[in-house]
């Protein structure tokens, strides 16, 4: 399974960023997906997983209620929509896929390239 994150950028606080993860692969759509994100001198951290079929979601505390996970199997795109953004979101933004949803790194098997998020305030 190959993935590519797109989507990040430079945001205002307060402001949406919607990320986008496409996977490719012959059972991509197979596999549960998670957001995960690492800013400058910290670990990565978990942001939200979605199992394959999209019927279950999971949140850090840190971003629930404000990130939702989605998926379209048919465009084989996970995608994450940020909404009231805050400097402390600012990190780069990691696709992975694994074969259980799960909330640690160590447990998913692909990993895209990130995609970089700025909020300013």
């Known amino acids: 399974v190959q993935l590519q994150a797109s989507g990040g950028g430079l945001v205002q606080a307060g402001g949406s960023l919607r990320l986008s993860c496409a996977a490719s692969?012959?059972?991509?759509?197979?596999?549960?997906v998670g957001w995960f994100r690492q800013a400058p001198g910290k670990e990565r951290e978990f942001v939200a997983a979605?199992?394959?079929?999209?019927?279950?979601?999971y949140y850090a505390d840190s971003v629930k209620g404000r990130f939702t996970i989605s998926r379209d199997n048919a465009k084989n795109t996970v995608y994450l929509q940020m909404n009231s953004l805050k400097p402390e979101d600012t990190a780069v933004y990691y696709c992975?896929?694994?074969?259980?949803?799960?909330?640690?790194?160590?447990?998913?098997?692909?990993w895209g390239q990130g995609t970089q998020v700025t909020v300013s305030s």
């Open positions: 979605i199992n394959w079929s999209g019927q279950s979601t």
């Open positions: 692969g012959r059972t991509s759509s197979s596999y549960a």
């Open positions: 992975a896929a694994s074969a259980l949803v799960t909330n640690r790194a160590r447990e998913y098997d692909y």
